[in-house]
């Protein structure tokens, strides 16, 4: 009887790569595809950190019972009216056309029952979002579609947008499947191209010409609603700094780990850096400015769950976005119609496949048949009952921590289950009262 | 006429100013010593005659639906941006990034316009009666780039659609961008904008428009993506 052969694979030349390879030998260029970072090596993350409640040392809240206030309010810099909202989780930013009509009114609705707010995206503003949404973020991109005053003029905030999360420095894309007729004469494109966004802004390039633009939309707007910046996280202690100065009410920072529906592969998983390491450079630069506080910071990019907007909150973020997760509520990824998926290359529960605009569920489609299978008011209430989950649990967290209010949750609240993240965020490693670290997140315990 | 004073005055006392003339039925406004501040007459929805009787900075008229605007002397980046309707004309030379991402409406330059002029339009049209520089028309989507004197180098660079005519000398054509004939309803649409705007035409013009091989990626055309991407 002869031995069984031992398969022996390479570290190097992994399945994925040889796969890779071999797609991009058919294609002639790179890939690209939708949804998240898909790396084999985990990012450093918020799992990373763990709370350490109240026992003899700090005195808990009745978990069930006494209040903790959620409430939230955003743009109190220059702004004459800030946009105040129940819970520190909202919807970020994403087009329709990326989305259906049904998925964006129904995070239209979902937002307004959760007591939160929803943001435009990529393509301008759609009037049944404006509709359904109480509080209405209007995006000013560097593609400039749809961009309309009167829109502009209808929003709670303005988000000027300098990049995002999933491929910051680089322009969105919106591949010819979902570039309808509609899609494109509201983007002012020729129908069915593959529409590639533009990286920089038409008329402005660096801090210096933001803080005029910032100042054009605050006299657009008569200085009543606040004005977001949002870039992806690259040089964030840098680029918040900067930001904050050219006269930003509120900074939005998106992490490597923020989702998109079509971007080259390569970005999503090798550029910019974590959530978990953004924010802690977020903060810092802020507090340096003497601006912690005044301004305020939202930090996006893979948030899941309450614990992982909880642990945000905590390093100093005074509320979240969630764009991926709340699709994921709507019923991405979730195993209806598989044959559909399979169709398409992908399986339940590892669907990228939102650049194809075949989505089986009807979020990431432009096609009005697989768009009836998201129903809007079932939608809304599945994201809605997600984000009153989540802020239930950021709630109990907090209350664990003995705080009234889930914005007093504080990175004394917070330990580092691994050295990695005790550097990058600044805290002490469990077991141990030292902080490892050296970089701009980082504080030594003496000054902390 | 209203006069307007912006001694002493910053741009959001003027703004202000001006929309307070506005809804009080003012149909004509002039903005005195504008002295190049950042973003007057921004956002403004009436069918108004707003006169800038010198230079401005940044954005003038960005944002806006419905007025006619004069600047009487040059004006810094993003004049018209975004505008929807309306007319902009300003007498002397543009900065950059002149009626960038307009959507409706004509922006005249009497002078000459610096880079991206007319980037990312979406409609209306753009008149430069001098010279143009460099990516004019940079990723234009829609509507009319009329440039009466000579173009800068990547002049229509990766443009969508639209059309561009050039009286004078072309440096050279952007990525995608290609020559196309003038047809005789081009040539109605050129004598009838410029005399709208008593501008004398050229002997002739060029067109540019997009060569549309970027409108889908394409692996037979690796040297032109190599450019563009």
């Not at chain 1, 796969?19 to 990012?43: C, H, M």
Request: charged share 20%; hydrophobic share 40%.
């Amino acid at each position: 009887m002869s031995e069984r052969p031992v398969v022996r694979h390479s570290t190097t030349w992994k399945p994925e790569t040889i796969e890779d390879i071999q797609a991009k030998a058919d294609l002639g260029r790179y890939r690209i595809r939708g949804f998240s970072a898909l790396r084999d090596r985990p990012l450093p993350s918020f799992d990373d950190l763990t709370f350490v409640p109240c026992t003899l040392s700090r005195i808990p809240l009745e978990g069930y019972r006494e209040k903790c206030s959620t409430r939230t309010v955003l743009g109190t810099r220059f702004a004459k009216k800030p946009i105040e909202i129940d819970i520190p989780i909202m919807v970020t930013g994403m087009s329709y056309g990326a989305l259906s009509y049904n998925a964006k009114v129904a995070l239209a609705k979902a937002a307004a029952r959760a007591g939160t707010s929803t943001t435009t995206g990529d393509g301008g503003m759609l009037a049944a979002e404006r509709e359904h949404s109480d509080i209405l973020i209007y995006e000013v991109l560097p593609s400039r579609y749809g961009i309309n005053v009167h829109h502009l003029r209808q929003a709670n905030a303005i988000e000027l947008t300098v990049g995002q999360g999933a491929k910051p420095g680089t322009g969105g894309l919106l591949l010819e499947s979902k570039v309808s007729d509609e899609i494109a004469e509201l983007r002012d494109l020729p129908p069915g191209v593959d529409q590639r966004s533009p990286c920089r802004h038409p008329d402005w390039f660096g801090p210096d010409d933001m803080l005029t633009k910032i100042e054009e939309l605050r006299e657009a707007t008569d200085w009543q609603v606040p004005i977001f910046v949002k870039m992806g996280a690259s040089r964030v202690y840098d680029d918040v700094k900067l930001a904050a100065k050219a006269g930003a009410d509120v900074v939005v920072v998106d992490g490597m780990e923020g989702g998109t529906g079509a971007s080259p592969d390569i970005l999503l998983d090798h550029t910019g850096i974590p959530t978990l390491a953004a924010v802690s450079e977020a903060r810092v630069a802020l507090e340096e400015c003497g601006l912690y506080g005044t301004v305020q910071l939202i930090i996006a990019g893979g948030i899941h769950s309450g614990t992982a907007a909880a642990k945000a909150l905590a390093l100093g973020a005074d509320a979240v976005y969630m764009g991926t997760a709340a699709l994921i509520a709507l019923n991405c990824n979730k195993p209806l119609y598989v044959d559909d998926y399979q169709a398409i290359g992908a399986e339940p529960y590892a669907c990228h496949h939102c650049h194809t605009g075949r989505c089986p569920v009807g979020i990431t489609t432009q096609d009005p048949e697989l768009m009836k299978r998201l129903d809007i008011d079932a939608g809304a209430e599945r994201v809605g009952n997600f984000f009153n989950a989540a802020t239930l649990e950021i709630q109990m967290l907090a209350r664990s921590c003995g705080k009234s209010d889930v914005h007093a949750l504080e990175p004394e609240d917070l330990r580092a289950l691994t050295l990695e993240s005790s550097m990058i965020a600044g805290i002490p490693l469990v077991g141990t009262n030292v902080v490892f670290g050296g970089g701009p997140g980082w504080k030594p315990s003496s000054e902390r | 006429m209203k006069d307007i004073d912006c001694t002493g005055k910053t741009s959001r006392a003027i703004n202000q100013e001006i929309r307070h003339h506005i809804q009080a039925g003012e149909t004509e406004l002039r903005v005195q010593h504008p002295q190049a501040r950042h973003n007057l007459g921004v956002a403004i929805l009436q069918p108004v005659s707003l006169t800038m009787s010198g230079s401005v900075g940044y954005y003038c008229g960005g944002l806006i639906d419905g007025p006619r605007i004069e600047v009487q002397g040059s004006c810094g980046w993003g004049l018209a941006e975004s505008m929807l309707n309306g007319v902009v004309i300003v007498n002397q030379n543009a900065g950059n990034s002149v009626a960038a991402s307009i959507r409706g409406g004509t922006v005249v330059v009497r002078g000459s316009a610096s880079s991206r002029a007319g980037i990312a339009m979406k409609g209306g049209t753009l008149i430069v009666q001098g010279n143009s520089g460099y990516m004019t028309g940079f990723m234009m989507q829609k509507g009319a780039i009329i440039v009466c004197g000579d173009t800068a180098e990547a002049l229509g660079d990766s443009m969508y659609e639209g059309r561009i005519f050039v009286g004078g000398r072309i440096a050279d054509l952007g990525n995608d961008a290609v020559m196309a004939e003038v047809t005789d309803q081009d040539q109605e649409f050129l004598a009838t904008t410029l005399a709208q705007y008593d501008i004398a035409a050229p002997a002739s013009f060029q067109k540019v428009v997009s060569g549309r091989r970027l409108w889908q990626f394409d692996k037979k055309d690796f040297d032109t993506w190599r450019e563009a991407l």
